[in-house]
């Protein structure tokens, strides 16, 4: 009675079991066997391999077949590499990127890109070049992208259009940027942005209808009522906005003096946000030991009576130490 041999399994049973394996693994052991298995391991088109890159693990140039078939990229902080090598990325995730490698990435090189995360913590040049890459539709595949650097967002005066991003997470932006992104990006969906406070004043912006959620965080501590007013102008703009988050910080021992007469944005919400469907307001206290639980108390019960309508509301008290 002769032997069977694992090769002489057919490509059914031969899928399901390399449908089990990790992609790495799975090249590493099998491809270059042979002439079938190659083209059995290249036909599979749920192969989606990941590959988190750090300083012990730089691709060398005997991999080059395996980083061809990478699908998704994480770099650690400060890694020089070749994106060329991996040319079939749809999710890049670079953190602390260089500007060697940042100044790679372009539309020739990662034509297939769909979700982008970059944080950048050297100089405005390079993250310049690559929103006007993003905001210019040059990357037509992307549909979700994370921009966080040093700076705040500047535009680029010749922006066009990229009506495939659905997604934009973003830092420090100001009124211009905000009306430069919503132009930018007619089917934006989800929008998360840091506010500045005593920002300009927006004015002639154009409608957007498409954008459905959107997160916005006050970072300074100092609590200027003239924010609500710009938030207000913010809003005007996105009236089928169905989810809305605020994050708003400050001094536990200014409390009082901040929530007397507040409306904590009903007016607002009312006014602009007609189909609202869910609201939350998080209240981030500085310097809690000198809090006052009473006043809590107070701020929730004022909080829920002056939102009660057809959107869901919650308030998140939280409480951080300097």
Known sequence: MSKSKFEDLPNEILTDIFKNLDARHLFRSFYNLNYRFNQLIQSFNYLKLYFHMDSTNLIK???EIFSYYVHTLIVDPWINFNLKHFPNIHRLRLDSVLPQV?????????????????????????MGLLHERIFSNRFINLKSCELY??????????????????????????????????????????????????????????????????????????????????LSRFLSCVPNLEILEIHRRTY?????????????LSSIINYRLPILRKFKFYFHLLDTKTIDENILIEIEKDFNNLHKGQYKVQLEIIRESL
């Open 252 to 264: 536990s021992k200014h409390l009082k003096e901040h929530i007397e007469n507040y409306d904590w």
């Open 102 to 126: 940042l100044e790679q990435l372009k539309p020739d090189i990662m034509p297939y890109l769909e979700h982008l995360s970059v944080l950048y913590t050297y100089n405005m040049y390079e």
């Open 149 to 230: 650097e040093k700076q705040a967002l500047m535009t680029i005066p010749n922006w066009t259009q990229s009506p495939s991003i659905n997604i934009l997470k973003t830092d420090f932006i100001n009124s211009t940027t905000y009306q430069a992104i919503l132009s930018a990006c007619p089917n934006l969906y989800f929008f998360k942005f840091w506010m500045f406070s005593l920002n300009e004043i927006p004015t002639n912006i154009q409608l957007h209808k498409n954008l459905k959620q959107m997160i916005i965080e006050f970072r300074e501590s100092n609590w200027f009522y003239d924010d609500d007013y710009i």
């Open 61 to 63: 140039s005997n991999d």
